[in-house]
């Protein structure tokens, strides 16, 4: 990525970008390559979650995420440049169309900024293919003609623009200088992008849900702990699908809010799949972080409900942290995310123990992991290793995964499957796509999973899983419905 010393408030007028675009598409031509320009500029505060809303459409790919961590969040839609892969490879085919486009970007602006220059967004499914009829590819990511992010305090807006060698100059700086407009005076437009949230639906009606669960949970957990019982693998995660219908259209962005205010402590995120389709959900799971050359990850499985009370949740706790099975099953995750790492040249030292991990209605034992990354290995190399990790697929990881479909009796798609973005400097996030749901029109389906190893038992499965299920079900269609 080459920075141009080029200062967007100079050339704030429809003239002057026209020319500096004009100068732009002079590199182009004598690369004779095509160039991304991207002008980074920063603005007074905006929520990107409340800017997407205000301009959201159905028919443009979008992607949002939100850290609360790190007291960040960031937007981006109408797909500027894409790329789709799959297979083995699909890692390594995003990340080197990532590479050749940031090779030919050209940025100006506060690209050093927090969340400054473009961003590539990435949705990459559970599996390296997936099955006809699915509304995700297996690996697809794009860059926005749009994005807006904060981080703590700091909003940074970036306005995105393709010139080919022959580009014509004068649509693209309107539409640049129309976007730069747009975020450095932004007017929300409350609900005027969502629709009203019971339109044309009859009173008795509102609220109203047909639920029908997809296969048969306690029989494939059986299933599993024989297979276990017979060597086939240590561990298996299993999940459990449920189709809703309910009478009013479901709003994905609407939902999402209902998702981060049940759970503030986990990244909320929505990927639109252009066509009306969106996967949202609440993901208590990092996979990979990269920043100023240092991997983070963790491992985050053994779970048990929250108490109703201060004495019951210490008590739950308590017996969590002494689980021998959940104890067992935390441990396989954590053992292969260090032996995963080593043949890039990471060498991983961990704590003894677990913490926990507490969201509204669940705990988990959580160990996070940070190495410095070495030199050649980029994020997408990290991810290519780590996912899935046995959190949502098993081990021995390669039994485990080809086990899942026949069980399970659905495909996962994007569930389980790893969400995030990276920027052009080596940096990036990527979560699992966990605690989350697929939504067309007034149709939903809600995921919900679990580990499966020795000890289990269908009925204690079963029971995670519905508690993982209710909170989801009731941002879809609010409380009181009766649909849990």
């Keep these: 990525m080459k920075t141009l010393p080029v200062s967007p408030a100079d050339n704030a007028s429809p003239e002057r970008l026209a020319a500096f675009l004009g100068e732009c598409r002079e590199i182009a031509r004598r690369d004779a390559h095509g160039k991304l320009v991207s002008i980074a500029v920063a603005v007074d505060a905006l929520d990107p979650l409340a800017v997407?809303?205000?301009?959201?459409?159905?028919?443009?790919?979008?992607?949002?995420?939100?850290?609360?961590?790190?007291?960040?969040?960031?937007?981006?839609?109408?797909?500027?440049?894409?790329?789709?892969?799959?297979?083995?490879?699909?890692?390594?085919?995003v990340q080197a169309w990532a590479d050749d486009l940031f090779e030919h970007t050209l940025a100006v602006g506060a690209v050093d900024a927090p969340f400054g220059g473009p961003h590539v967004f990435a949705g990459f499914a559970f599996l390296d293919n997936v099955e006809a009829g699915e509304p995700f590819p297996a690996a697809r990511a794009f860059v926005p003609r749009w994005q807006v992010a904060r981080a703590g305090d700091c909003t940074t807006a970036v306005a995105n623009v393709w010139l080919e060698p022959d580009a014509d100059i004068a649509p693209l700086a309107e539409r640049v200088w129309r976007a730069h407009r747009k975020f450095s005076g932004f007017e929300y437009a409350s609900t005027a992008a969502l629709p009203p949230e019971d339109a044309m639906v009859p009173p008795p009606e509102r609220g109203r849900v047909e639920s029908r669960e997809a296969g048969d949970y306690r029989a494939a957990v059986t299933e599993a702990l024989r297979r276990i019982a017979a060597g086939d693998f240590r561990k298996i995660v299993l999940a459990r699908a449920r189709d809703l219908g309910t009478a009013a259209p479901l709003h994905p962005l609407r939902v999402l809010n209902g998702l981060r205010q049940r759970?503030?402590?986990?990244?909320?995120?929505?990927?639109?799949?252009?066509?009306?389709?969106?996967?949202?959900?609440?993901?208590?799971?990092?996979?990979?972080?990269?920043?100023?050359?240092?991997?983070?990850?963790?491992?985050?499985?053994?779970?048990?409900?929250?108490?109703?009370?201060?004495?019951e949740d210490a008590a739950l706790s308590h017996a969590l942290l002494r689980s021998e099975k959940d104890l067992r099953e935390h441990r396989l995750v954590l053992e292969s995310i260090v032996r995963r790492l080593a043949p890039l040249g990471m060498t991983v030292d961990v704590a003894a123990r677990p913490t926990l991990r507490r969201l509204a209605n669940v705990q988990h034992l959580a160990t996070a992991v940070s190495v410095p990354l070495p030199a050649g290995v980029r994020l997408l190399d990290a991810l290519a290793v780590l996912h899935p990790t046995p959190a949502v697929g098993g081990t021995p990881r390669e039994q485990a995964i080809a086990a899942i479909r026949g069980l399970e009796g659905f495909p996962r798609g994007l569930y389980a499957g790893a969400l995030g973005w990276m920027n052009g400097r080596g940096g990036g996030e990527f979560f699992v796509g966990i605690r989350s749901a697929l939504i067309e029109g007034n149709r939903a389906r809600v995921y919900a999973g679990a580990g499966i190893v020795a000890g289990s038992t269908p009925e204690q499965e079963f029971a995670e899983t519905e508690l993982k299920f209710a909170a989801l079900v009731e941002a879809l269609v609010g409380a009181g419905t009766g649909a849990v």
């Design 263 to 311: 759970f503030p402590a986990c990244y909320a995120f929505s990927v639109g799949d252009g066509h009306g389709r969106s996967f949202i959900g609440a993901s208590p799971e990092r996979l990979v972080r990269v920043s100023r050359g240092v991997l983070e990850t963790e491992a985050l499985a053994g779970s048990a409900r929250r108490g109703t009370g201060a004495s």
């Design 52 to 93: 997407l809303e205000s301009i959201y459409a159905s028919g443009e790919l979008h992607f949002y995420a939100e850290n609360p961590s790190l007291d960040s969040a960031i937007a981006g839609a109408e797909a500027l440049r894409m790329c789709e892969a799959s297979g083995p490879g699909r890692f390594a085919a």
